[in-house]
């Protein structure tokens, strides 16, 4: 059996999946009786998008003392949005006004962004992550998908290899809100890049289809995948508006619905993928059914309404805890039978 976590964008909702990993994270130590129990050890495969491609790269960062092991806990991952939510998206002034309408290229300066990913990550490569992974963004010049695959980097050298601080700023390079991630491969060469949520912002479907391309190391039914959301959103645009709105200002409910629409395209097919093969149940996704109670904007990151998604995580995990102890006990006997 081949399990596989893929985690959604969302920007400071990233908490909302970081507090499921806490979770599970905890019962896993609790179940094993392994105080040094951690969630990166505990699936074969990881997909990141965006918010999502951070937590991966938390998770399967190499510790320091043995490269197998990883470095962070499921809850030093999620302190990083906690600590510093408020930093990256941080702007004020006329800067944060003009941004809001379009009147200039990104809301937020980068440089906090890549400051604490770089406290973060270092120099860790992404050959030297522990597990195989993907990570998601879209190449502007050459209009196309670009996949960080760990495995790739880690036998192809230089030329596929990059920092994993670049790899986290570039999935995360959401448009309006930062500048384009100019990153470059270990040999040098260039890559320009934005988020991966523009095609991926669930990235199950593409994770499933990487881990497919040895058919002959894998029988179809012989996979299981927990999908990891950040709220589906339920927001409503009037159509008038929208039609008698100026462009600049349409931009950000544009990029709202295109984000959205990818999540739920991702999660209908997977659905019908595993309901086809017969086993349904082993595609599980956990997300909060509505972000009523909160400030779902991707960049939201007021203490206020980090408290708020800390709240709705709690409740979904309250409501989800059945499924999540199924998820505990499955991850606990496939990886005592491999």
């Known amino acids: 059996m081949n399990t596989i976590l893929s985690i959604d964008g969302g920007g400071i909702k990233g908490i909302i999946p970081g507090m499921v990993l806490v979770e599970m994270e905890k019962r896993l130590k609790e179940r094993t ?8 050890e505990y699936f074969d495969f990881f997909a990141g998008t965006s918010t999502g491609g951070i937590l991966t790269c938390l998770l399967l960062c190499p510790s320091k003392e043995n490269p197998k092991k990883p470095r962070f806990s499921a809850q030093e991952a999620l302190n990083l ?14 800067k944060r006004f003009f941004a809001d309408i379009g009147w200039t290229s990104e809301k937020y300066n980068a440089n906090v962004l890549e400051k604490i990913l770089s406290d973060y ?5 992404l050959s030297q992550l522990i597990k195989p992974c993907i990570i998601t963004a879209y190449n502007i010049e050459l209009r196309k998908a670009h996949f960080f695959r760990q495995k790739v980097a880690e036998t192809r050298g230089d030329s596929r290899d990059f920092y994993v601080r670049d790899v986290c700023r570039a999935t995360s390079a959401a448009p ?21 949520g523009i095609f991926a912002t669930n990235p199950s479907l593409s994770a499933f289809v990487e881990i497919k391309k040895n058919p002959e190391e894998l029988i179809p039914t012989d996979v299981y995948i927990l999908s990891l959301g950040t709220g589906a959103s ?21 990029l709202d619905m295109m984000m959205s629409g990818a999540t739920e395209t991702s999660h209908f097919y997977m659905k019908q993928i595993f309901s086809f093969l017969g086993i349904p149940d082993h595609y ?3 997300e909060p059914r509505n972000l009523q109670s909160v400030d779902e904007k991707l960049d939201a990151a007021s ?17 989800q805890t059945l ?15 491999n």
Not at 121 to 125: A, D, E, H, I
Not at 176 to 196: N, Q
Not at 242 to 249: E, I, S
């Open 176 to 196: 309006t809100y930062f500048s384009v991630a100019e990153i470059h491969s270990l040999a040098g060469v260039r890559y320009p890049l934005l988020d991966g």
């Open 33 to 40: 009786g392994n105080p040094e129990a951690y969630i990166g």
């Open 234 to 254: 339920k927001k409503s645009y009037d159509s008038d508006e929208l039609k008698d709105t100026k462009a600049l200002f349409v931009v950000p409910a544009l």
């Open 303 to 319: 203490p206020k309404n980090i408290s708020k998604l800390i709240a709705l995580a709690d409740r979904m995990i309250s409501e």
């Open 284 to 286: 599980l996704r956990i």
């Open 121 to 125: 990550f270092g120099n860790v490569k």
């Open 323 to 337: 499924v999540i102890d199924l998820v505990i006990d499955n991850l606990i006997k496939i990886k005592q039978k």
């Open 81 to 94: 949005y906690i600590d510093n939510g408020s930093k990256i998206f941080s702007t004020k002034g006329i």
